[in-house]
């Protein structure tokens, strides 16, 4: 399991999160290349299904990444993505399944050292997990 690298899926809001990410790398801050970026226009527009569908897919985690609580580019955008994310714990949960291999994070335009740092922080702490249970449960 030393040579397990995850495959992380993000989520991640345009105006913020996204912005953020283009930050960190025009500023060549170091982070892992685990985590496959998707750009939405909000974090509020991501499905509960677009998350188990990555990870049914082969991610061993999901992470959401959107505008700070009151700055939403589309007023409540994160906070619609806040409760769907909320709900889909809740249900993982009670299916037994690994619920904190989904994460929300509030990132910033300005903030490129902090997704950087979330960039390492899931990136490790998913490699001590080990790959998902999930992972091709869709073929099964």
């Given at each position: ?12 809001c ?15 801050m170091?982070?892992p290349?685990?985590i ?7 974090s509020?527009?991501v499905d ?7 990870l ?10 959107g505008c700070?609580?009151?700055?939403c ?6 906070m619609?993505?806040?409760?769907r994310?909320?709900i889909?714990?809740?249900?993982m ?6 619920e ?22 899931m990136t ?9 249970e ?6 099964a």
């Amino acid at each position: 399991m030393s040579d397990f690298e995850p495959k992380i899926v993000g989520f991640f809001c345009n105006w913020c999160t996204a912005t953020a990410a283009d930050l960190a790398g025009t500023t060549r801050m170091q982070y892992p290349p685990n985590i496959r970026p998707i750009r939405v226009m909000c974090s509020g527009t991501v499905d509960p299904v677009y998350v188990i569908r990555a990870l049914l897919n082969g991610a061993d985690a999901v992470i959401v990444g959107g505008c700070r609580p009151g700055d939403c580019h589309y007023v409540s955008g994160n906070m619609k993505a806040r409760r769907r994310m909320a709900i889909l714990k809740t249900i993982m949960k009670s299916l037994g399944l690994a619920e904190d291999r989904v994460w929300l994070r509030w990132i910033s335009a300005a903030e490129g050292p902090k997704f950087a740092k979330i960039a390492r922080e899931m990136t490790e702490e998913i490699r001590k997990k080990g790959p998902s249970e999930m992972a091709g449960a869709w073929e099964a």
